[in-house]
């Protein structure tokens, strides 16, 4: 099992930012990728940011060159630093990781509680 705890979201003005962490515990050694969800009212799950264990990102276009995600491996924590605000991106963020069990090559998907991010125009 893998536990992940957010943290860092709130109100914020448009031009504003804001910095998400994501604590993760339990059976972290297989994680593969650790990622970024948002989900805005009457929208669906869309996909922020990916971070791997080699350290390779990607972002959605609508953000990139605004957000960056990054990781400190001696906290189990993965970050996403978000400048320029828009109003568009308010939504509920969610952590997401990917594990890879070793001994099956098993693919599970864990989730945190999410984080509410408002932007104000």
């Known amino acids: 099992q893998v536990h992940l705890v957010e943290s860092g979201g709130g109100l914020v003005q448009a031009g504003g930012s804001l910095r998400l962490s994501c604590a993760a515990s339990g059976s972290i050694f297989d994680i593969v990728t650790m990622s970024w969800y948002r989900q805005a009212p009457g929208n669906k799950v869309e996909l922020v940011a990916t971070?791997?264990?080699?350290?390779?990102?990607n972002y959605r276009d609508s953000v990139t060159g605004r957000f960056t995600i990054s990781r400190d491996n001696a906290r189990n924590t993965v970050y996403l630093q978000m400048n320029s605000l828009k109003p568009e991106d308010t939504a509920v963020y969610y952590c997401?990781?990917?594990?890879?069990?070793?001994?099956?090559?098993?693919?599970?998907?864990?989730w945190g509680q999410g984080t509410q991010v408002t932007v104000s125009s």
């Open positions: 971070i791997t264990d080699t350290n390779h990102t």
């Open positions: 997401n990781a990917k594990r890879v069990v070793v001994t099956t090559g098993d693919e599970l998907d864990y």
